[in-house]
């Protein structure tokens, strides 16, 4: 089992940043690919970004790359999500899920999920 703990996630203006932090406990981090997804109300989950086990490869959704930047720091157990130039369409509630085989951008590729932090982004 994997428990993963969201953070970050707050109001900002159009045009601001936030860092969204994903701290995770119990089997080894550096085991599982680490993906980030959002759901805006009566929206489905979608895909944002994912980073490979080792940080070595990362993948984005086209609506943010160029502004998300998704990193990790295996030694602290955790995957950062770092979010500029952010837009009211972010606005969502933000969830870092786990996969233990391969970087997916399907969410039934991740075994874990967090429980999520809103992020509201006001024009």
């Known amino acids: 089992q994997v428990q993963l703990v969201e953070s970050g996630g707050g109001l900002v203006q159009a045009g601001g940043s936030l860092r969204l932090s994903c701290a995770a406990s119990g089997r080894t981090f550096s085991n599982y690919a680490m993906g980030w997804f959002r759901q805006a109300p009566g929206k489905e989950r979608e895909f944002v970004a994912a980073i490979h086990w080792s940080g070595f490869s990362t993948y984005y959704a086209d609506s943010v790359k160029g502004r998300f930047t998704i990193s990790r720091d295996n030694a602290k157990n955790t995957v950062y999500l770092q979010m500029n130039s952010l837009k009211p369409e972010d606005t969502a509630v933000y969830y870092c899920?786990?996969?233990?085989?391969?970087?997916?951008?399907?969410?039934?590729?991740?075994?874990?999920w967090g429980q999520g932090t809103q992020v509201t982004v006001s024009s």
């Open positions: 899920a786990a996969a233990e085989v391969g970087v997916s951008k399907d969410r039934r590729g991740y075994d874990y």
